[in-house]
């Protein structure tokens, strides 16, 4: 493939998905949203008879693209995590986390076991397939919410500090997870005992070298401050996590960078790392990974059985984590009005509901008929959770009014 055959389809790609992107964040809705939706427009090309613009080869270079896309994706997440704020909220927000994470795995379990054949077959690959499925429903994105409460002025309200920590704790078990999944699913990776083992292994090592590696950033920082080279090794770390996680450990590489951005996120220049990373993957590497998402997105193989599953998948995620959050903030004894708002707050999906998915099927576990379903998802609970909010906080607002004029 002549090289500059990826150029127009990258060229229609960022255009659009700036377009999408600017439209859907004046009605509040996030970014993330407005790049799929480019890519599902770009992706019809595909059905345009004689067309010679989205090519096998193309395809091959935009997904190679993509491959990189979320491990920085991940590695910027990692860099944006707070651990200050979760050991402030504590208690609140583990149980919070508890309750969305096991909730929603298991909602997601059930239903693929009523349509995968799970109650029925017990065997290895199904059970780890139906497994992958509730993982996928453990990912939280609260970019929403936090925009929401921002308008709102509630973002440093117990509510929203315990929603956006219980945010940050449900990445690192989701990662978790995820890779053990992966583990156990495929790669030749042995028992569960040796995946578990690798897994702990990795997360031991990664901690033990990242604090070495923190030294080194805090003296080059000092030296160099908001100077270039800081970033540029940043990124550098960042790969190498995730190469040496996926190599040695048979963890997943987007674990990797995870973990590379966690270790670096408690520098005083981790700012200003974050800053260059956003700028590099959000203007090239994040919206090819999700417009490819959309543009790969296909109704071929759903038939009549598969999308009642799809239904009921997308109606156990958003109810998965508003029963579990919910519950786990009244555990915590916070008013009911106060439970409601940090279950809707944590329904919402994104960015690592698809990079979770696309693992599964790049792993051969999950159908890729279900990412469809997965969009739909995103899309219903970006546009849900922040009307649901406001209209709680109204009402909380008229109540208190109503009882102070009485």
């Not at 190599?247 to 590379?260: H, K, L, P």
């Amino acid at each position: 493939m002549p090289y500059f055959e990826i150029l127009l389809p990258l060229a229609l790609i960022l255009f659009f998905s700036k377009f999408f992107g600017i439209v859907l964040r004046k009605i509040g809705i996030p970014q993330v949203v407005g790049m799929l939706f480019a890519g599902l427009l770009i992706g019809c090309i595909r059905y345009i008879p004689g067309q010679n613009v989205l090519t096998g080869g193309v395809m091959e270079g935009i997904g190679f693209i993509a491959k990189i896309g979320v491990i920085l994706i991940m590695f910027s997440a990692g860099l944006e995590t707070d651990l200050k704020t979760v050991r402030a909220t504590g208690v609140a927000a583990l149980l919070v986390t508890l309750g969305g994470v096991v909730v929603p795995m298991g909602l997601g379990f059930i239903v693929a076991c009523g349509f995968n054949g799970g109650f029925t077959d017990w065997s290895h690959d199904t059970v780890v397939s139906n497994l992958f499925y509730g993982t996928i429903l453990t990912a939280t994105s609260v970019s929403v919410t936090v925009a929401t409460l921002k308008e709102l002025g509630k973002l440093s309200s117990p509510v929203g500090t315990a929603i956006i920590s219980a945010a940050i704790i449900d990445d690192v078990i989701g990662i978790i997870i995820l890779s053990f999944v992966i583990g156990i699913g495929g790669g030749g990776q042995g028992s569960a005992w040796v995946v578990l083992l690798k897994t702990v292994a990795f997360f031991v090592a990664a901690i033990g070298v990242g604090f070495l590696i923190r030294l080194i950033f805090k003296k080059l920082a000092d030296r160099f401050p908001h100077n270039r080279r800081v970033p540029i090794f940043g990124y550098a770390v960042c790969f190498l996590y995730a190469y040496c996680a996926e190599e040695f450990f048979g963890v997943a590489d987007i674990t990797g960078a995870f973990i590379a951005g966690l270790m670096l996120a408690q520098l005083h220049e981790s700012d200003y790392i974050d800053r260059k990373a956003d700028i590099t993957t959000y203007m090239l590497f994040g919206p090819v990974f999700f417009a490819n998402i959309g543009m790969t997105v296909s109704f071929d193989g759903v038939d009549a059985n598969l999308a009642l599953f799809g239904i009921c998948f997308i109606v156990a995620g958003m109810l998965g984590k508003f029963v579990g959050c919910t519950l786990g903030a009244k555990i915590k004894k916070f008013s009911w009005s106060d439970s409601f708002k940090a279950g809707i707050g944590m329904m919402a999906r994104a960015e690592v509901a698809l990079v979770c998915a696309q693992k599964g099927v790049e792993n051969h576990l999950i159908n890729s008929a279900i990412m469809p379903f997965i969009l739909i998802l995103i899309m219903i609970t970006s546009f849900l959770t922040p009307v649901i909010l406001k209209a709680i906080y109204k009402k909380d607002e008229k109540s208190l009014l109503s009882s102070l004029s009485a």
